[in-house]
């Protein structure tokens, strides 16, 4: 009887972690501190994958410095180190700037992250700091502590002092490289670099407002051709999808409507809420991405 007991607590147990497990991607892949040993490959879509045979964006470089060391952000897949190292290197070369300060990439196996965002779960997003690069020699310590810049101004509705004809030239670098997909930055900023191009505006159709980012501004690359497992991103419906660079009228909806209080009306059935990509179970990434966590 005892021995049968403990079997049926081992048993529990063991039930007990594989599901807390299977209920816990973020947690598997999070805590991974190194790429997995496979050829590079971006599995599923920017918000619901993971990356194969990551690679590292070095602490420090001629042209860029990582920040925030200490989340273990600094992987992508190798096309996206590639493109940050030379878009950095244009950027000094161009303007003012020495380089980039560059923020969260992806964790070396992508997935979903402990904390934090949602995307950047397949190697092919990064943040790049507001805060122009003028010192390359921040110590480790530093780059904890010091912060980027807000752009944007106090009522969300236009760019501050903060914002440089620099920080134009630099989104335009990004979204002239034919392997950026999109770049997400408030709306004040794609504003005002809709009614300040005096030249070719089409590459403002691959800025993109959001919200959240008027401290740092988000490059997305497009699936690399022989990840035949990543989902590319949807296209976006309205003018944009017909070759539109989005510098219309439509573009103050997030300066006007957006920003204004929005009426609950108590009677209305409230829709279920959706579950957070946070979470997904590894069952529900692609299958891929099992392999991913157990590769050695």
Known sequence: MILKNLLSI?????????????????????VKTLPSNQT???YGSYAKGCLAGGEEMLEN????????LSRGRNWGHPNMIS???????FVAKETSWEGLYIGDISQPR??????????????????????????????K????????????????KKINKNWTKDHMKVLKIAANDPIVERIFITAPAKIYMCENETG???WLQKIRPYWGHNFHFHVRLKCPEESK???????????????????DNTLRWWVTTALEPVEIDPNKIKPKPKRHPKEFTMSELPKQCTSVLNSK
């Open 141 to 156: 310590l530093k780059r904890e502590s010091v912060s980027s810049i807000d752009v944007r101004s106090k009522d969300r």
């Open 10 to 30: 081992l048993f529990i147990a063991l039930c007990s972690q594989e599901v807390f497990a299977e209920k816990q991607a973020r947690y598997l892949l999070g």
């Open 83 to 89: 493109f940050l190292k030379r878009f950095s290197k």
């Open 40 to 42: 590079p490959n971006s």
């Open 61 to 68: 470089g001629p042209t860029w410095q990582v920040m925030r």
């Open 200 to 202: 070719n505006k089409d």
């Open 229 to 247: 497992w990543c989902e590319a991103q949807k296209p976006t419906v309205h003018h944009l999808s017909k070759g539109g660079n989005g510098c």
């Open 110 to 139: 992508g997935g979903p992250m402990l904390s934090g965002h949602v995307s950047h779960q397949v190697g092919l997003d990064a943040d790049i700091w507001m805060l122009p690069a003028h010192n390359l020699k921040l110590s």
